[in-house]
């Protein structure tokens, strides 16, 4: 067994080290065959060779992030602890704030793939976010969106998703037409209402400046002028999706989120995303981003559970 001594310098070591130490406690979790004491402003560590030096690689690439973007979550630990240097490349500019929303809340991305959603959008007209549940795809698409409205990039927002959910059918549901889709896209006017006053947010929908609708509303459409995103992509069908990225209009940008692995397709259909993923995955001007667990910014128990159902997936 090794030893070895790792200084903490050009930072304090309480910002490394973290609220009652929970960073290390991170660390430790990652380098379960290290015995690894954090003491003033250096972490000992005893074990194998190999393992000493990658942990010492780690820790150095944490004091540089921190030092560049003055920012250590604990996504952002995981991340930097598990990580290959190219998975981490990202740009300074998706580490800004997005935008400044409701009450002076700060928006911006909170995890390594949402960052690169930021950066795709700004090389591409066209996105695929995909990923887990609680991974913030949607809502990372729709700051980008409303910043482009704000900036006068786009002259409008369009959010729709497949009314298609865990089984339910629109037609049992109580109410018109409005009132049965309402529930579908609640998640849309809840991330918006975090970014736009009331009060402007109600003239935007009255205006038709943001509009929300299911995706059979996209038929026929061409999309000028505006910034379009599909959430839940998964539940759309061959000719659904096919019909969606043909509405693409001049200056629009696409954002396409969803979860491969809640398809609430009828049983033998083919899930519209996955198939579009393999098809556009090699072509110019389309972006395609995977979120994984270590994006999750729900509850941490989020992650477990994404964990243990991605175990069981593997494993049949």
Sequence with gaps: MEEKVIKIESID???????????????????????????????????????LSELELRINKIISYFLKYNILSDNEIETLLTKTEKELETSVESHKPILHGVSGRIIKA????????????????????????????????????????????????????????A???????????????????????DALKDMIPAEKLKK????????????AFMRGRTLDNAFVILDEGQNTTHSQM???????????????????????????????LKEAVLILNNTSGVGI?????????????????????RDIQNNN
């Design 13 to 51: 070591p309480k910002d490394f080290f973290g609220p009652q130490n929970k960073n290390i406690k991170l660390i430790k979790t990652n380098f379960p065959d290290l015995k690894i004491v954090a003491r003033g402003n250096q972490i000992k560590a005893f074990g194998k060779s190999d393992d």
């Design 110 to 165: 909170r995890s390594l793939n949402q960052r690169k959603i930021i950066d795709s959008v700004l090389k591409n007209d066209m996105v695929f976010a995909i990923g887990p549940a609680g991974t913030g795809k949607t809502y990372t698409g729709i700051a980008l969106a409303v910043k482009a409205l704000k900036n006068k990039n786009v002259k409008k927002i369009i959010l729709t998703r497949p009314a298609i959910e």
């Design 167 to 189: 089984g339910e059918n629109l037609g049992f549901l109580p109410g018109d037409l409005k009132e049965k889709l309402d529930p579908y896209m609640q998640p849309l006017y």
């Design 204 to 215: 935007f929908l009255e205006d038709e400046v943001i509009q929300i609708a299911p995706l």
């Design 242 to 272: 096919k019909m969606f990225l043909t509405r693409m209009g001049k200056n629009a940008k696409f954002i396409i989120t969803g979860d491969p692995g809640q398809v609430d397709l009828p049983r033998n259909s083919i899930s519209g």
């Design 289 to 309: 981003v995977h979120l994984d667990e270590t994006d999750v910014i729900r509850n941490k128990l989020v992650k477990k559970i994404v964990n243990a159902y």
